[in-house]
């Protein structure tokens, strides 16, 4: 049976270029380029990288990039992509918990809820970042963002509930959130790149700052820093509050 997430990008790849939360491309990936000082020799794995937008900016810079993914349907937008810009992109359908690279890759993107925090357990999100992890070169560097837990932990519930009602063509619904597993049930309904309207239950972790340090630390990451993710413009001006939705981590092997 196929997880809510497989489900959701299966046929959802025009409509997600669409979405409000995936028009930062450009100012994120100065924020990148200014984290590996603007260096072009720098091997760059984009981890859940959907429809390539970050894998295509990236390498129109003049960067390496492996973009992978899960999802045949985003694959193929992000191939037809690249193709219609001339553009020479290694993508690859895999699964972020078992990557076929070691100490390969200078730097790993994982953005916008690539892979990492959408799966059914804590135990396969740790797969995840131990895969990526793996793949890294000794001083390679990890760049991701995630489900801030402060937020729902500062808010009522019931206002996180109410506020996780987000623009953009698909309506989440939330369910429950539980604070025993700072997991968030909720009802997605969403229209397919056919007009098909879908609705799915989905599953997402939210995770404190302590925790991200200490599964990053527990994988050899020396320095990790965590700051507050604005779309479009991350920045390590912006210090993590109970505000953000979502936090940027920064984490150096």
């Known amino acids: 049976m196929k997880q809510w997430y497989e489900s959701l990008f299966e046929n959802y790849a025009n409509k997600y270029d669409k979405e409000i939360f995936v028009q930062g491309t450009i100012g994120e990936c100065d924020f990148i380029e200014q984290e590996i000082k603007f260096n072009k020799s720098v091997k760059i794995l984009d981890v859940g990288c959907g429809t390539g937008r970050h894998s295509i900016e990236l390498t129109k810079r003049g960067y390496k990039v492996t973009g992978i993914d899960l999802s045949e349907s985003q694959l193929s937008s992000a191939e037809r992509k690249a193709k219609a810009e001339n553009l020479e992109i290694d993508f690859r359908k895999q699964d972020a918990r078992k990557l076929p690279f070691k100490n390969e890759y200078d730097l790993a993107i994982m953005l916008c809820e690539g892979a990492f925090p959408l ?3 804590d135990d396969m999100n740790y797969e995840i970042l131990k895969s990526v992890a793996d793949s890294l070169k000794n001083n390679g560097k990890l760049i991701f963002t995630t489900l801030n837990g402060l937020f729902p932990l500062f808010h009522s ?20 959130f539980d604070l025993m597993t700072f997991r968030d049930i909720n009802i997605t309904t969403f229209e397919d790149d056919d007009g098909n309207k879908k609705e799915l239950e989905c599953n997402e972790r939210y995770y404190v ?35 953000d939705f979502e936090m940027l981590v920064i984490a150096d092997k």
Request: net charge positive; charged share 30%; hydrophobic share 35%.
């Open 157 to 176: 519930v019931k206002e996180f509930i109410e506020s996780s009602v987000k623009e953009g063509n698909a309506a989440y619904k939330s369910r429950t």
């Open 209 to 243: 700052p302590s925790e991200i340090t200490w599964l990053l630390k527990s994988l050899g990451f020396k320095k990790i820093e965590i700051y507050g993710a604005k779309l479009g413009a991350f920045s390590r001006n912006d210090i993590l509050t109970t505000e």
């Open 119 to 121: 799966m059914e357990t």
